[in-house]
Every structure is written in structure tokens, then in C-alpha cells.
């Protein structure tokens, strides 16, 4: 029963964080010549919401799966960017693409540490594969050359709306997969 419990919270709490990250790639798609703060303000609600649902993952499977620590560093650096964006946007707004890189490198990490638990599984998470490889990439580009003027802030959120939005369709593929297991299993 307790494993069924960790299931639900596990798939809740990835179905959330898809949700939230092609809720965010598709607003930042829709208004690319929006104002700076405009998007760094909707990264921070993202990077609030993609947090909690690290944390809430990252407990659920504390008990089975040495990855969770992954997902707890991850909760924290998206729960430092996103009050980063709200509180100290002037300094958010230099420090943007070292945030977003810093926050890409842990996402992908986490993405690329449960595609293997799942793969071990037997799944075939190649979505969350491909977003982690993609998330390392755009995060160590955004730390080793940051993205500065109008055309940097461009450039990033076309790359974070296109990190959100596939993040965002690999956990909800991996959710719906755990959740039609989940209801095989009760069949």
C-alpha cells in the first residue's frame, strides 16, 4: 500500500511539474518581445512551481531511490532562483543567465539521474533522456558565456521556453506512464 501512495505522489508530483513547464515554454513562446521582467517574473513562478514538485518528488521517492538527492538540490536552487527573481530583480537581471544556467545544469542532472532508474526499471524515458542532455548543454552554455543586451534575453527565452516545454512533455509522459501502472496494478 505504502508503495502505491509513493507512486500517486510521484506521478502527481511529475504531471505538476509538466503541467508547469509547458504552461511557462508556451507563454514565453507567445510573447518573445515581452519586457525583460515580464519574462524573469514568469521564469520565477516556473522555477517556485518546478521546485515544489522537485521537493514533493524528491520525498516520495527518498525511500527507494538514492537519486533523490538530485531532486532535493534541484528544489533548492529552483526555490533560489525563483525568490532571486522576485525579490532581487535588479540583480537577477545581470545574474538571469548565470541563474538559468545554474538552474538547467541541476534539472538536467536530476532528469538525466531518474531517466536511468527508469530505464533500469525497463521504461524507455528517452524524453526525459533527451531534456536532461538538453538542459546540460543550455545550462553549461549559459555559465561559460553568459547571455547579455536585448538580443542575450531573445535568445534565452526562446532556450528556456524550449527547455520548459520539453521538460514539461517528459514528465508528463513519464506520469502518465507511472499512472497507467498504477491503475494495471489495481486491475
Known sequence: MEKMDEDRQTSSALLLRGAAGLLFGLLALAWPGAAFVTLLLLFGIYALVDAFASASFAVAVQHRDNGAT???IRAVVGLSAGLLAFFFPTLAVYGF???V???AISAGTAELV???RLRREGARPWWLGAAGVLALGCGAALLL????GL???VEMGGMIAFLALLSGVASISV???MHGEHGAAHA
Open 114 to 116: 531518474l531517466a536511468a
Open 151 to 153: 538580443t542575450g534575453v
Open 145 to 148: 558565456a553568459p547571455l547579455t
Open 101 to 103: 544556467g545554474a538552474w
Open 70 to 72: 538530485f531532486y532535493f
Open 97 to 99: 543567465s548565470l541563474v
Open 175 to 177: 506520469a502518465t506512464r
